[in-house]
């Protein structure tokens, strides 16, 4: 029953003078998701974005950049190659790649540190990790940008570990559909405008994109008992709105711990439930970009059930 | 200059019927040890006990009992085997055999499910993890007991994460020596009357073994800076004097974090750092033994600072 929801992540920005990403054929995108060993289970489309929802995870699409996410056992690092290779290097803006702390590492294809050998035959950069070895940490190779002046991105991430309650227990259950999912989250009234392209996976799992003009957001969940996990990703970009929807799904979910990871915005705790601060980070990684992390655990011992193997 | 100071760890009990395990030769134990792919550096007893040193860790040897700690990418499930099939299924009373969450599990030879395979060839009995795979946790497989009226064993493990200031500055320094290293942890002073056997790694690193009367004390020092671990075991029988130790050794070694592995005694944080107690358990393996698991982090937010790669 075990699903590793932690996401690897890349954002590859391509310079202006190289065509529209939405012009390439849905053969191109096909060909880069398969090359992670995900799939495509449907697309939805608006003025500003092509939001692919995939087998592990997202694939999104703007005229000057891409955002990709996967879960599982997937080989990101494959399709960030294959993008490079086929757009070719002068095209490529910047590339940031990202690993989260896997529940299970040994089970993984590669580790980051593999990753890294393909990347910076193709791209220079720096990369770090930011985190101990021991609880939650995030790899990030960040390359050299050709194009200093490039817009700051804004976006946020949400990790949440170890759902617990009513929610939860909906979400492992076996009565519960697409449409049960967005109302217990409360998602239309938590993104209102937005429209949405979701699946619900057997036994469990539930991914969701949402589109709102250039914003997007997307979910995934991961409810297993033993190593639950649930993202979310948005780059809606007033602060109070997005730290608003944090908290309320914080306090849906229940989650025994979770980090935030913010690209060039100030984290807001309010309503956050009670919680201890564990670590945080700020990281800049080039003269546009500033990422923050943080870590936050509930703020009572927790008595650990003990699995039996 | 990675190094896994992670320990797995076995105890062997075997029956009364058994003859002296102290009585088997060098040779056979030199064999256990090479079938761990660790090596015996240096070897102390007094009258209860035999005492290895070992290239990874310890192995101490009573009458009646065993219990080998070996750290690094070693294979102690091949030693426990070995030792099964030399003195015979018939001759073994309990099997514990322990595996503490690693900094890096991918790089093992093998995981604890792995590990279980051919244990359960061999012995039949319970397997659990016990806290959540993305933090801390510990792997346990304790045999059927065919000694049910065993003595209790009474033993506790400090296990210490991300030392920091003077001491771990020291103990990363190219001035310290075995002496330098007893006398800054205050170790004759702490544990008065063992007779000591200790060693200095090279470029660091640090294992001491104490023996005194029945008693023992084992502590293993990894320092290195972005995966410092230190652990401490012992089966000093007072729970005063026991977390009394603990507590000088979190005071001196000032880790972010710590987790307590506790058979058969009450944990005692008098004295511990100011801390956050995030996750606890009470397990009973038998009618006999009871384990406690605590985890335990320094009550102040961390400034992670990042690692280039």
Same mark, same amino acid.
């Given at each position: 029953?075990?699903?590793?929801?932690?996401?690897?992540?890349?954002?590859?920005?391509?310079?202006?003078?190289?065509?529209?990403?939405?012009?390439? %054929? +849905?053969?191109?995108?096909?060909?880069?998701?398969?090359?992670?060993?995900?799939?495509?289970?449907?697309?939805?489309?608006?003025?500003?974005? %092509?939001?692919?929802?995939?087998?592990?995870?997202?694939?999104?699409?703007?005229?000057?950049?891409?955002?990709?996410?996967?879960?599982?056992?997937?080989? =990101?690092?494959?399709?960030?190659?294959?993008?490079?290779?086929?757009?070719?290097?002068?095209?490529?803006?910047?590339?940031?790649?990202?690993?989260?702390?896997?529940?299970?590492?040994?089970?993984?294809?590669?580790?980051?540190?593999? %990753?890294?050998?393909?990347?910076?035959?193709?791209?220079?950069?720096?990369?770090?990790?930011?985190?101990?070895?021991?609880?939650?940490?995030?790899? =990030?190779?960040?390359? %050299?940008?050709?194009?200093?002046?490039?817009?700051?991105?804004?976006?946020?991430?949400?990790?949440?570990?170890?759902?617990?309650?009513?929610?939860?227990?909906?979400?492992?259950?076996?009565?519960?559909?697409?449409?049960?999912?967005?109302?217990?989250?409360?998602?239309?009234?938590?993104?209102?405008?937005?429209?949405?392209? +979701?699946? =619900?996976?057997?036994?469990?799992?539930?991914?969701?994109?949402?589109?709102?003009?250039?914003?997007?957001?997307?979910?995934?969940?991961?409810?297993?008992?033993?190593?639950?996990?649930?993202?979310?990703?948005?780059?809606?970009?007033?602060?109070?709105?997005?730290?608003?929807?944090?908290?309320?799904?914080?306090?849906?979910?229940?989650?025994?711990?979770?980090?935030?990871?913010?690209?060039?915005?100030?984290?807001?705790?309010?309503?956050?439930?009670?919680?201890?601060?564990?670590?945080?980070?700020?990281?800049?990684?080039? +003269?546009? +970009?500033?990422?923050?992390?943080?870590?936050?655990?509930?703020?009572?011992?927790?008595? =650990?059930?003990?699995?039996?193997?």
């Amino acid at each position: 029953m075990f699903f590793e929801g932690s996401e690897k992540r890349v954002e590859v920005r391509v310079s202006a003078s190289t065509g529209s990403l939405r012009l390439l %054929d +849905d053969r191109f995108w096909a060909d880069v998701v398969v090359s992670a060993k995900a799939e495509i289970l449907s697309k939805m489309s608006n003025e500003f974005c %092509d939001a692919y929802l995939l087998s592990e995870s997202c694939l999104f699409v703007w005229d000057d950049k891409l955002l990709m996410l996967t879960c599982g056992n997937t080989t =990101l690092v494959d399709a960030v190659i294959l993008c490079v290779d086929k757009l070719g290097q002068s095209a490529i803006a910047s590339v940031s790649y990202q690993r989260k702390s896997e529940y299970l590492s040994h089970l993984q294809t590669s580790s980051f540190s593999d %990753d890294l050998l393909p990347l910076r035959t193709k791209l220079s950069g720096v990369a770090y990790r930011v985190g101990h070895l021991d609880t939650h940490h995030h790899y =990030l190779f960040a390359s %050299d940008t050709t194009c200093p002046v490039l817009e700051p991105k804004t976006n946020s991430e949400l990790l949440m570990y170890h759902i617990k309650g009513a929610v939860a227990d909906y979400l492992r259950s076996d009565k519960q559909s697409c449409e049960g999912i967005r109302h217990m989250l409360g998602l239309e009234v938590l993104f209102p405008n937005f429209t949405f392209d +979701d699946h =619900l996976f057997a036994p469990f799992g539930y991914s969701i994109n949402g589109l709102w003009e250039d914003k997007y957001m997307t979910i995934h969940i991961t409810p297993q008992e033993q190593s639950s996990y649930v993202s979310i990703e948005t780059n809606l970009h007033s602060e109070l709105i997005v730290f608003n929807i944090f908290s309320i799904l914080l306090n849906k979910l229940n989650p025994q711990s979770w980090d935030v990871i913010s690209f060039n915005r100030e984290v807001v705790t309010d309503g956050f439930p009670p919680h201890f601060s564990v670590a945080s980070c700020i990281l800049p990684i080039n +003269d546009n +970009d500033t990422i923050q992390f943080n870590q936050y655990q509930q703020l009572k011992n927790e008595v =650990l059930l003990p699995e039996l193997l």
